[in-house]
């Protein structure tokens, strides 16, 4: 019997650990800009979109440039370090879970805050490209998390029913726009996003590994 439900993937912090090097570019673009941001309250920003960080930065350090213009200065540092590195793969237990979603059939997408071409550096960098045939970033839509927005569209691409879609998510924000699109999550406590609130999720662990099909469907009330 089909299996029906679909899944929506956030990208940092569940599908590759990037939230380190995001902090760290931003900190050291942040230190050319003439400013310091106390990582205390750097994990605030975890799961939003990047030019809603820098128009927060703007606001509070009277930046040059727009947020835009800011965010895709950084952005480009990002995707540098992802041109260039060697030898980066996907979070433990990532591939095994996709492997079993595709086997059971189960339709499956990439739902994050990063514009579409920071989703397509860094699947081409972990080698899931050829795995993720849909995908929805924030420049896609209007309002990026804690907004439900993102993950709506994912799932009307993927002709899923809101309803029916378990999301994973390592951020408080992912979890309450998940939560904000009726969706059911499931939180991935990852010790390199720390300072997250998961306690919206249906289901919360440590790692992806033994994740299958079975127990996501499990999750979904009846």
Known sequence: MAMDFAVLFDMDGVLFDSEPIHERIFSEYAEELGFAFPPDEYV?????????????????????????ELSDAKMERYKAFLRAATGLDP????????AGLRTEDVP??????????????????????PLFVTYVGGNDVTVAKPA?????????????DPARCVV??????????????????????????PGQDLSGAALRVSTLAGLTPARLLALLPD
């Open 168 to 193: 994973i998510e390592d951020s408080t924000n992912g979890i309450l726009a998940a939560r904000r699109a009726g969706m059911t999550p499931v939180g991935f406590e990852n010790p390199n996003s």
């Open 91 to 98: 979070i433990p237990g990532v591939p095994e879970l996709l």
């Open 108 to 129: 499956f997408a990439l739902a994050s805050s990063n514009t579409t071409d920071v989703i397509e550096a860094t699947l081409s960098a972990i080698g899931l490209t």
């Open 44 to 68: 605030r920003l975890i799961g939003t979109s990047s030019v809603s960080q820098w128009r927060l930065m703007k606001e509070r350090f009277a930046l040059p440039g727009t947020p835009q």
């Open 148 to 160: 439900p927005d993102i993950f709506l569209l994912a799932a009307q691409r993927l002709g899923a």
